[in-house]
């Protein structure tokens, strides 16, 4: 099952570059064994998109056709590392062949878009920057592959 972040900005050098290339390129090589991956990022110009609506048109562009998503909101429901994990493992055996992670701009996402989503996650009780909260989510992605593979990687 492939995976795919569209996500509201681009995110260029920098800690938080670094720190989602190393995660998804990890989750790569982590995924392979388990029918997980790639895992691509698809990163939307927050130039060219200023409402939620605006930029809700610029993301299901790049949600690949026929993939499940999972939004990312606030208001979502928060899971622990092991849940996440086993989401994305149901998925995969469920028989869906993209998984799509959107992240909406600093409004968030349109009601519409994530009204459409099967799962609606939230990073947390606390506000995150986007760039930070795309960080986690790469993070957590990779993280979810140690643990559906036994890897020390996660500790309980």
């Keep these: ?8 900005g681009r ?6 570059r670094a720190l ?3 995660y998804l390129t990890r989750f790569d090589r982590a ?15 927050d130039r060219k998109a200023t409402t939620p609506d605006e930029q809700a ?5 790049a949600v690949p056709d026929g993939a499940e998503l999972v939004a990312l909101d606030e208001r979502g429901q928060v899971m622990s590392s092991r ?5 994305i493992a149901a998925r995969r055996d469920g028989c869906i062949s993209d998984l799509a992670f959107v992240i909406g701009g600093a409004d968030g996402l349109a009601p519409d878009l ?9 990073l947390g009780a606390m506000v995150w920057p986007h760039m930070l909260a795309r960080v986690m989510l790469a993070e ?7 643990i559906l593979s036994g890897s020390p990687y996660h500790r309980d």
């Design 31 to 45: 995924g392979r064994g388990l029918s997980l991956g790639p895992c691509c990022e698809h990163q939307i110009d």
């Design 11 to 16: 995110i260029r050098k920098g800690p938080e």
């Design 114 to 122: 994530r009204d459409q989503a099967r799962l609606v996650l939230s």
């Design 57 to 61: 048109k610029l993301l299901r562009r």
């Design 83 to 87: 849940a996440f994990a086993g989401h």
């Design 20 to 22: 989602i290339d190393d």
């Design 140 to 146: 957590q992605i990779y993280r979810a592959a140690t």
């Design 1 to 8: 099952m492939r995976l795919h972040i569209c996500a509201i």
